[in-house]
């Protein structure tokens, strides 16, 4: 088969979606090609919910880039009418000094962002589950929500497939390569050639990218959910937030008990970094389990027994920041990689920005913090 598009998207999860809808909008002709089925559990792109919030503690230039993925993710919604956000408060805890509430307090001051700051007497009376030292900073915004991530990803597939996108499952690309001005990508099942291309392919970009020059590392995380026991109430979302807490043995985070799994909490980064997805082992182990343990004992001590475990990618870069650029070799190639654990919130965004740089070769949006050049030289 060989078939020619306006714009080839290699890896359809959470940000090749979106930049597939993105393109289908603007009336490209897009192949969305995927390795495995859509909305799959061996990527990024699952574990139920993703949080999205406003006061970025990674970076205040971040924060323009937040305000449109929060109305893109609602215009989404009322395109298809499904709920993909319910807002919930994010409380941002830590140590003195800790690089969360700093960088937290840094985005509020930057961007007049609307936070409080709350005492330890404050978090004990609002959120009686929680247990932090007295000396603990905590900044809890408004601002926040959380998205169901593969109902996101099959909404983003569904709504660019309703509007002419051909996305392929199941269709592993084997090879890309620049031809003259336009791109020829190689599958088990055929060679396709376009004018543009968009490599979206998560941790699989260590090999897909590996000419870019940029140091990427996979990082293998684990999501447990824990029963929220004889106070299940205490742990409803319209009692208790989103959280990420900056504490020693940490970082870490949680969400509130939104089903009968109980609240899910993580550890945020500290896992070996691997060369590429073939290291990852993807069941949950005892090992998993007892890493949390210690910090649950400390600060969350009601929670109950482990309900449901389950392994995820991160795709790191040295600064934890994004990749989202136009390669520097061929330009008629976009990609967007290395999100870090904290990319999935940004999708619609990450999808308008890839179709800006492949269609025209730049965009308006602030997106000099995830230039590709930057490990270079
Ligand atoms: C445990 C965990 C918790 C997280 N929490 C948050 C959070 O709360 N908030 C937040 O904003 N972000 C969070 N993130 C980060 C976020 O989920 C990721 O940044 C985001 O999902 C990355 O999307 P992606 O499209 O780059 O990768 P993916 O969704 O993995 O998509 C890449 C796709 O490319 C496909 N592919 C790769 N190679 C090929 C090939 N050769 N041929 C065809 N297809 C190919 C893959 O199969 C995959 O479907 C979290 C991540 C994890 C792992």
Known sequence: MNRTFDVIVLGVGGMGSATCLELARRGRRVLGLEQFPLAHARGSSHGHTRIIRTAYYEHPGYVPLLRTAFAKWHELEQLTGRHLLTACPCLNVGVPGSELVEGVRASVREHRLAAEELTAADLARRYPPFAFPADCAAVL?????????????????????????????????????????????????????????????????????????????????????????????????????????????????????????????????????????????????????????????????????????????????????????????????????????????????????????????ATTHGVGLFSARRFVG
Not at 301 to 309: A, E, H, N, S
Not at 325 to 339: E, I, S, W, Y
């Open 141 to 361: 915004e408004h601002a926040a929500g959380f998205l169901y991530v593969e109902d996101c990803v099959r909404t983003q597939i569904d709504a660019a497939v309703s509007l002419g996108a051909d996305v392929r499952a199941e269709e592993p690309v084997r090879g890309w390569k620049a031809v003259g001005e336009g791109v020829e990508v190689t599958t088990d099942r055929g060679t396709y050639h376009a004018a543009k291309l968009v490599v979206t392919a998560g941790a699989w970009a260590t090999r897909l990218l590996a000419d870019l020059g940029v140091p990427l590392a996979v990082m293998r995380q684990t999501l447990l959910w824990f029963d929220a026991g004889g106070r299940a109430a205490d742990f409803r979302r319209d009692r208790f937030p989103i959280f990420i807490a900056d504490v020693p043995g940490g970082p870490f985070y949680g969400l509130p008990a939104v089903d009968r799994f109980g609240v899910k909490v993580a550890r945020h980064y500290g896992a070996p970094e691997l060369p590429d997805p073939a290291g990852v082992t993807w069941d949950v182990t005892a090992a998993d389990v007892a890493a949390v343990r210690p910090l649950l004992s400390r600060h969350l001590p009601g929670l109950g027994p482990l309900t449901k475990g389950q392994v995820c990618m991160y795709t790191v870069t040295p600064d934890r920041h994004f990749v989202v650029d136009t390669h520097p070799r061929h330009p008629q190639v976009a990609v967007a990689c290395g999100f870090s654990g904290h990319g999935f919130k940004f999708a619609p965004v990450v999808g308008e920005v890839l179709a800006d740089l492949a269609l025209t070769g």
